[in-house]
């Protein structure tokens, strides 16, 4: 345990003390958010990311020694355990290098060296390879033919000796590795067309690509891989095959009895053996790479997100936009409560659009409507446009935005959605989504599979659990950072806050029908199935707007509320300034005391106390409230408008290896290539998230390809 403590401590350049504390709490069942938010005297506050990146190194590193251990006693059981074995079994650093180590001694499934075995020609492989004074093999070979066994012939007898010699040598554990060492600093992804004469396609810059593997970047082997799939590409990893034998050689050869026929035991093992294996490693250990950076690029992309500025407390418009089903409308009061639905048909010729435009006024006028959302799919653009005529002809006062509609047809058709609107058709719930989605994006959003959310690239490529648990973390994450009402969230919102489960988060929400709101937060303890531990996790994430005591409206968690009385009362406060909102001087007065002081006096540590006073200062803040508002347009731009050097505001949508795609106000988003980013950067999101407001530049417009070059630098 000491050891895998120093290496954690070691990898993630914190204190052992930090590491071992956060390990700890794991074990006991924390999760990630509660350990973030309200042990941070016992990690150093390290943020939710790395404490992430801490659990899921555990998990591998515990997963690693289970493996050594298993390794060690399979090889013990065949008494070939060495102590330099051994020694090797606890230096390996990774399940590469442990299952390399194991490869001799694994059971295989039949192979020419296993044939030579069974015909008895070990002992004559051995006096090939042995280190010593030279033997005339093909003498001793004379003693191993054996026409009962199968071996008719002295040369039968050799080839049977330099398979199994071929498979040893591939066996050997130090040269799979340097051979993999050389394969990452010398070899090269190459892929071609799979057609003499291909056609185009988006595979077209791969149709003669080379690269070395040292530089290849992830969409690259991503796209590769997926153009492979579909037969459209030949792909390999070259190595020059004469560095690659000098390295087989030299580790092989040398003092042997027999080297000029161990040199062709090395070649053979080589091109037989070490070759395809170490191919088919490297693409695993690219594609691997590729895929760890593509969910990192979905995490990022999906955080920003979900933490979209919400719209609060407007009566919203939803338009589901479409040509054969027409284009389905929703209309939600500033709760998100359905007023009204119909469905117009705005793209079925000059009549409809008209009537569509005279329907879609009659519910503006009637309920209020304020803002529109638009979803960003089939038939968006005409819709946009009829829109936009709607507000000019009613004078203004109101205003729309682009939403992206990305799995809102997956959630329209689920289960969730059903119980939640049995009175709807499936159509008509996805209008009702894409409204709430501009009303508030996080409380939405998360009644969605993230990987549907539609961020980043090739997710349907990717390792579906491990993105899965990656995106689940990422909306744990923003879901207990933003805060959740007891009182108004729906299961699938509650489920997501640290410490409940689906079935306590059902629980929780029967129980309030049962007995009315919440009244203080000591009353979740009344929750079936929602015990101590469970309330502990979660006490903290939940808000109870109804509580006579305002401590439970903000993020103070219970096991704190004596140390928040501490500290206002040596600040000169009570809870009534709390109330009426007059603390704007707690920080300045604490920080006079010294927060090192306050914290000793109120029994909490200073981080813990700095997050007590942010948030006795801004009761039941929204953090999103912070961010800059998204951009709602009242008027449309075509494609035909844009000119090169023409300056416009507009809101990241994607973020991915080779650039941002950005909202601008026409139908397609553009792309700023990363090359056209302000500064030179690793990977976009050093400076850039989804959502971020941002100043381009048209570079370039192809109206038949519907493409946009934008920059980010001043023309």
Not at 124 to 144: I, S, T
Not at 183 to 201: I, N, Q, W
């Amino acid at each position: 345990m000491n050891d895998l403590i120093q290496t954690l401590a070691r990898e993630l350049d914190t204190s052992p003390e930090y590491v071992e504390n956060v390990v700890r709490l794991i074990d006991e069942g924390a999760t990630i958010p509660f350990i973030a938010r309200y042990r941070k005297e016992l990690h150093g506050s390290m943020d939710d990311q790395l404490l992430r990146r801490l659990a899921d190194r555990l998990q591998y590193l515990r997963g690693l020694a289970a493996r050594k251990e298993e390794v060690r006693a399979a090889i013990e059981g065949q008494g070939k355990l060495t102590e330099a074995l051994a020694a090797a079994l606890d230096a390996a650093a990774t399940l590469a290098e442990v299952e390399d180590l194991y490869r001799p001694y694994k059971q295989k499934r039949r192979t020419r060296a296993s044939m030579a075995r069974e015909r008895g020609l070990e002992p004559l492989a051995a006096l090939a390879g042995a280190r010593g004074p030279a033997v005339d093999l093909e003498r001793a070979a004379r003693d191993y033919v054996d026409p009962e066994k199968g071996v008719e012939t002295v040369e039968a007898a050799l080839q049977g000796a330099s398979d199994i010699l071929a498979e040893e040598i591939s066996d050997r554990a130090d040269l799979r590795k340097e051979l993999r060492q050389l394969y990452l600093r010398l070899g090269v992804l190459t892929s071609k067309a799979a057609e003499k004469e291909p056609e185009d396609s988006v595979y077209r810059l791969y149709y003669d690509f080379k690269c070395p593997v040292s530089r290849v970047q992830g969409y690259q082997t991503l796209a590769i891989n997926r153009g492979e799939r579909e037969k459209l590409l030949k792909v390999s990893v070259e190595l020059d095959p004469e560095t690659a034998q000098v390295a087989v050689r030299r580790m092989s050869v040398p003092g042997a009895a027999a080297m000029e026929f161990v040199r062709g035991a090395a070649d053979d093992a080589w091109e037989r053996l070490l070759q395809p294996s170490l191919e088919r490693e490297l693409r695993a250990y690219l594609t691997e790479q590729a895929d760890e950076g593509a969910i990192r690029t979905f995490a990022l992309n999906l955080k920003p997100l979900l933490m979209q500025p919400p719209v609060k407390g407007r009566v919203t418009m939803g338009l589901d936009p479409g040509y054969r089903m027409g284009c389905k409308v929703a209309v939600v009061d500033g709760t998100g409560k359905v007023l009204d639905t119909a469905v117009v048909y705005p793209t079925h010729g000059p009549r409809q659009r008209e009537e569509a435009i005279t329907r879609l006024s009659q519910l503006v006028r009637k309920h209020g409507v304020e803002h529109i959302a638009i979803g960003n799919g089939t038939a968006s653009r005409e819709t946009e446009q009829a829109a936009v005529e709607l507000i000019h002809r009613l004078g203004g006062g109101l205003s729309y935005m682009i939403v992206s509609e990305a799995g809102a047809s997956v959630y329209s058709a689920s289960k969730l959605a059903a119980e939640e609107f049995p009175e709807y058709d499936v159509n008509l719930r996805s209008a009702v989504s894409i409204a709430r989605r501009l009303q508030d994006p996080l409380a939405e959003l998360v009644e969605i599979d993230p990987k549907a959310i539609g961020v980043g690239q090739y997710q349907h490529d990717m390792p579906q659990a491990r993105l899965g648990e990656a995106l689940d973390g990422v909306v744990e994450d923003c879901v207990n950072a933003v805060g959740v009402d007891a009182n108004t969230a729906s299961p699938s919102l509650l489920q997501r806050v640290s410490g409940l489960t689906a079935a306590t988060a059902r629980n929780l929400v029967k129980y309030r029908e049962e007995h009315g709101a919440f009244t203080a937060r000591k009353q979740l303890l009344k929750v079936p199935k929602l015990g101590p531990k469970a309330y502990e996790q979660c006490a903290g994430f939940l808000r109870v707007p109804e509580s006579t005591s305002i401590l439970d409206h903000t993020g103070v968690h219970p096991e704190s509320y004596g140390a928040a009385e501490k500290l206002l009362a040596a600040c000169g406060y009570t809870r009534t300034d709390v109330e009426a909102g007059g603390l704007e001087e707690l920080k300045t007065r604490a920080e006079a005391i010294g927060l090192d002081r306050l914290a000793e006096t109120c029994g909490a540590g200073a981080p813990t106390l700095a997050d007590i006073i942010r948030e006795l200062m801004k009761p039941g803040r929204d953090p999103r409230d912070e961010l800059p508002a998204p951009i709602l347009r009242t008027d449309v731009m075509e494609l035909k408008d844009l000119k090169p050097g023409m300056e416009l505001q507009g809101t990241v949508r994607n973020v991915i290896d080779f650039g941002v795609f950005v909202d601008i106000g026409v139908h397609q988003d553009g792309l700023v290539h990363i090359s056209r980013l302000p500064r030179r950067v690793k990977h976009p999101s050093e400076l850039l998230a989804v959502g971020d407001v941002i100043t381009v530049w048209v570079v370039d417009v192809e109206e038949k390809r519907g493409r946009i070059g934008l920059t980010m630098c001043r023309p």
